[in-house]
């Protein structure tokens, strides 16, 4: 059974960091691609980042790039991201996302709220 486990959001203030941790199970972990979305309220889910199973980062959406940063550790079983210069338009749940043949699989999500 595959699951995805969130966990590290909370409240920030703007300019502070925050790292997500997303810890797998039920599948092998190292051979998939894994992505962060996130959905901020009254707006749609939008990819953050992806990373492939060689721990290359990729398609950092350009509202982040600079400041995030994805990555896995394989050993783990976990994904990560690391979130720097956080802003209040980064305000949103995160989720974490695998694909495996044909089926998307989702985390339950974990709240970041930046404010003052």
């Known amino acids: 059974q595959v699951q995805l486990v969130e966990s590290g959001g909370g409240l920030v203030q703007p300019g502070g960091s925050l790292r997500l941790s997303c810890a797998t199970s039920?599948?092998?972990?190292?051979?998939?691609?894994m992505s962060w979305y996130r959905q901020a309220p009254g707006k749609e889910r939008e990819l953050v980042a992806t990373?492939?199973?060689?721990?290359?980062?990729?398609n950092y959406a350009d509202s982040v790039k600079g400041r995030f940063t994805i990555f896995r550790d394989n050993g783990k079983n976990t994904m990560y991201l690391q979130m720097n210069s956080l802003k209040p338009e980064d305000t949103a749940v995160y989720y974490c996302?695998?694909?495996?043949?044909?089926?998307?699989?989702w985390g339950q999500g974990t709240q970041v709220t930046v404010s003052k």
């Open positions: 039920g599948f092998t972990f190292s051979n998939v691609a």
């Open positions: 990373i492939n199973s060689f721990g290359i980062g990729l």
């Open positions: 996302n695998t694909r495996i043949r044909i089926v998307a699989y």
